[in-house]
């Protein structure tokens, strides 16, 4: 068990009250429950000095002066502070995440071998690489420039020729902007493109293509 704050300005005033790191993380993604992740017995302006929250500032901030309620609310929009040894384990969670992508999706250019996983942990390091709490998929584009730098990484992909009925061009422009390598717009508004998508990433770009599009987009595989 790891106590810490979790932090909520509303408007002018600071509210703040100790809790569970983990069983506060969880009721922030909807699982857990407040009983098991709040640590104290008071909403505080200020935790160090002891300065409780009146009922006044209660109702007027959470639109309760129930206690439990109020600290339910508080760790659902409020900021958990995380503990150093928390972002290193996370961290490492989110790193093994992308050094297994990698190790899956890329190749070594000049032999056509793959990374062991030890190799690409260190060329992350010495590339000086940040890692952050974006999904993997977000992240690839730039660690890939970055590898690239000091070694010779080539990423497996798939030229993929995708065309959009004119009332989704909006919506999914922002989706296949990061792989596109050519568009042309037609003449029915509709959006004509080829993308370039990494192997391991192409399953999740058609689920998040068709979510929006709701299976309207024709795709087909470009041959070179």
Request: hydrophobic share 35%.
């Amino acid at each position: 068990m790891t106590n810490t704050l979790v932090k909520l300005r509303v408007g002018n005033k600071h509210y703040e009250t100790n809790v569970d790191l983990d069983e506060a993380l969880k009721l922030k993604k909807g699982e857990g429950n407040v009983n098991a992740a709040w640590q104290d017995t008071n909403i505080y302006h200020d935790a160090k000095k002891g300065t409780i929250v009146s009922q006044d500032d209660l109702q007027e901030a959470f639109g309760t002066t129930d206690l439990t309620e109020a600290v339910e609310k508080l760790i659902k929009k409020g900021d958990v502070q995380l503990t150093q040894e928390h972002r290193d384990e996370e961290r490492e969670i989110r790193k093994k995440q992308i050094i297994d992508w990698f190790v899956r999706n890329a190749v070594d250019s000049q032999s056509n071998r793959p990374f062991t996983p030890e190799f690409l942990s260190s060329a992350i390091e010495r590339a000086g690489i940040n890692i952050d709490k974006r999904p993997v998929d977000q992240q690839v584009s730039k660690i890939s420039e970055a590898l690239k730098t000091i070694i010779p990484l080539k990423i497996e992909t798939k030229k993929l020729i995708i065309t959009i009925p004119a009332i989704y061009t909006g919506k999914v422009y922002g989706i296949i902007n990061e792989y596109k390598e050519k568009e042309d717009w037609l003449s029915d508004g509709g959006l004509k493109c080829v993308v370039n998508v990494p192997v391991g990433l192409q399953m999740e770009f058609y689920d998040k293509l068709n979510a929006i599009t709701h299976g309207a987009a024709l795709s087909e595989e470009m041959k070179e």
